[in-house]
T-cell receptor, first 114, second 112 residues
Framework: DAGVTQSPTHLIKTRGQHVTLRCSPI?????VSWYQQVLGQGPQFIFQ???????GRGNFPDRFSARQFPNYSSELNVNALLLGDSALYLC?????????????FGSGTRLTVV | LAKTTQPISMDSYEGQEVNITCSHN???????ITWYQQFPSQGPRFIIQ???TKVTNEVASLFIPADRKSSTLSLPRVSLSDTAVYYC?????????????FGGGTRVLVKP
């Protein structure tokens, strides 16, 4: 069975540009969450989506947005990129938002902003 | 959510037992203790979860004293492939919004 898949695996962008990251959850999982992990730190929660609706949002600026599609895949969008947005962006899926720690994480997208 | 404190790093050798202690003095009555493992360039992976006393699975053991203000993750007979960052998380088992709060973790380096 395929796990959580994220694309692209690596990405280099210039300050001020926009980026879209994609995530496909495990088959049957309806909840997707996004995390940002800056080098040397633990992952920080950005968003959670369930059944196409936002269920939670972390302390991130409005430049960050996300959406979930009918097939439960998800996109994370970041506008007006800053150097500080350079990080590993992780997607995690679970059966439902109340599954607590039953998350499965993808391998992430490494975003470098230059 | 309860704040956790764990060592920044630990070194060990192949075949040894590694014990990582996490302090969580403000743990709430309904909080569980969960440990994740993360290899470089990969997402975190659930290892073990417990509420009190001792929990054991095929990967690790988790020891939780009666006051629950700390917990110890025990990795028996580590190998080079156990080199990773280990995160201790404390919170209700089904947190609303499923927001997992990670701290800085403990970097474990297993040497030959």
């Amino acid at each position: 069975d395929a796990g959580v898949t994220q694309s692209p695996t690596h990405l280099i962008k210039t300050r001020g540009q926009h980026v879209t990251l994609r995530c496909s959850p495990i088959s049957g999982h309806k909840s997707v969450s996004w995390y940002q992990q800056v080098l040397g730190q633990g992952p920080q929660f950005i968003f959670q989506y369930y059944e196409k609706e936002e269920r939670g949002r972390g302390n991130f600026p409005d430049r960050f947005s996300a959406r979930q599609f009918p097939n439960y895949s998800s996109e994370l969008n970041v506008n007006a990129l800053l150097l500080g947005d350079s990080a590993l962006y992780l997607c995690a899926s679970s059966l439902d938002p109340g599954q607590g720690y039953g998350y499965t994480f993808g391998s992430g997208t490494r975003l470098t902003v230059v | 959510l309860a704040k956790t404190t764990q060592p920044i790093s630990m070194d060990s050798y192949e075949g040894q037992e590694v014990n990582i202690t996490c302090s969580h003095n403000n743990i709430a009555t309904n909080d569980y203790i969960t440990w994740y493992q993360q290899f470089p360039s990969q997402g975190p992976r659930f290892i073990i979860q417990g509420y009190k006393t001792k929990v054991t699975n095929e990967v690790a053991s988790l020891f939780i004293p009666a006051d629950r203000k700390s917990s110890t993750l025990s990795l028996p007979r580590v190998s080079l492939s156990d080199t990773a960052v280990y995160y201790c998380l404390v919170g209700p088992p089904k947190a609303a919004g499923n927001k997992l709060t990670f701290g800085g973790g403990t970097r474990v380096l297993v040497k030959p």
